[in-house]
């Protein structure tokens, strides 16, 4: 869940080529699965649940028009965890971005369902679409967007290889708040490592 009680700041995330791949295995009781037509419903409702947008149906909306014209590439670029019983329940995608002349791969919209967060599906997703954006884009810089309210998800992506990086003028983010991101960031992980009450509060 994201966690608003600190300053929304932007934060920029590059694993760089070379970096070796961290496997982390799923637990047996649940399963990958790529995108297939419908499924769209299922992403906004995980998206949604994890509070990225206000409803189910602005998802549905913002994935129609920004990833289902391009169907055959989400077929290869759009994962889902399942249950057994074929319940989707965590997501994420590789997807190409250009800054300005240079096309980059991103990973966007990792999600996991509240209800099964703590598992260690976070991990095992961002591992295994990491290595399959090495496997279709090649071993090159991968890039990713995510922000302070998602501070437990920078640190499992650093896990993985990715670091914040003060990179300037990615995609669409000039990255001029890559100094107050790292501050907050560092107050955050003071505050968790057990400083007096109310040091959070100050953020």
Known sequence: MLDKSVPYVDVLMCRK????????????EYKFALFHSGDEKAWAKIETAVLEFPDEAEALLYFQTDYLPFTAELEKRCLFIETREGEKIATAAMWWC??????????QWVAVHPKYQGLGLGKAIV???TQ????????R???LHTQTWNHKAVRIYELFG???????????????????????LE???KAQRGCPPGFAGSL
């Not at 961290?22 to 047996?28: A, D, G, I, M």
């Not at 250009?98 to 990973?107: A, F, I």
């Not at 990086?165 to 790292?182: D, G, P, Q, W």
Request: hydrophobic share 35%; no cysteine; aromatic share 14%.
């Open 132 to 139: 399959m954006m090495i496997d279709l884009e090649g071993d």
């Open 187 to 189: 107050r955050i992980d």
């Open 162 to 184: 990715y670091a914040v990086t003060s990179e300037r003028n990615l995609f669409k983010y000039t990255n001029e708040n890559y100094e107050k991101a790292v501050a907050v």
């Open 98 to 107: 250009y800054s300005g002349s240079r096309r980059d791969p991103w990973l």
């Open 141 to 143: 810089d991968f890039y």
């Open 127 to 129: 591992s295994k679409i």
């Open 17 to 28: 080529k070379g970096t070796p791949v961290v496997s982390f295995e799923l637990p047996n």
